[in-house]
Nanobody, 119 residues
C-alpha cells in the first residue's frame, strides 16, 4: 500500500512560480514510477508530467513543456513539480500518482492540491 500526500498549492499571479511536493509512504517508493496530473473545473483529468523510478527519464505534456520540471528525491520519498511561468489555464487541482510498472494505469493517487493562477 502506498499513501501519497500533496502539498505546496496556492494562489499565485500569472507569471509566478510554485513548487508542489508529493510525500509517499511505503518502502517501494524508490522503485515506483511517479506522475503528476491535474483536473480543472468541468474538465477531465489530464496528464502533466511523469518520472521513472531513478529520475533518469521524464515526460511532459506539451502544454507545460519548458515551464514545469518534475524531479524526485528517493531518500526523502518525495516527488516534486516545479511550476514556472504559470498561466491562468494552469489553474486546477493537481494530483500525484504512483505505479509499479513503467507503463499502464497508476495504482495509487493522492488527494490533490489546489493551484489557482490569477490573471
Amino acid at each position: 500500500q502506498v499513501q501519497l500526500v500533496e502539498s505546496g498549492g496556492g494562489l499565485v499571479q500569472a507569471g509566478g512560480s510554485l513548487r508542489l511536493s508529493c510525500a509517499a509512504s511505503g518502502r517501494t517508493f524508490s522503485t515506483n514510477h511517479m506522475g503528476w496530473f491535474r483536473q480543472a473545473p468541468g474538465k477531465e483529468r489530464e496528464f502533466v508530467a511523469s518520472i521513472n523510478w531513478s529520475g533518469g527519464s521524464t515526460y511532459y505534456a506539451d502544454s507545460v513543456k519548458g515551464r514545469f520540471t518534475i524531479s524526485r528525491d528517493n531518500a526523502k520519498n518525495t516527488v516534486y513539480l516545479q511550476m514556472n511561468s504559470l498561466k491562468p489555464e494552469d489553474t486546477a487541482v493537481y494530483y500525484c500518482a504512483s505505479r509499479a510498472r513503467a507503463v499502464g494505469k497508476y495504482d495509487y493517487w493522492g488527494q490533490g492540491t489546489q493551484v489557482t493562477v490569477s490573471s
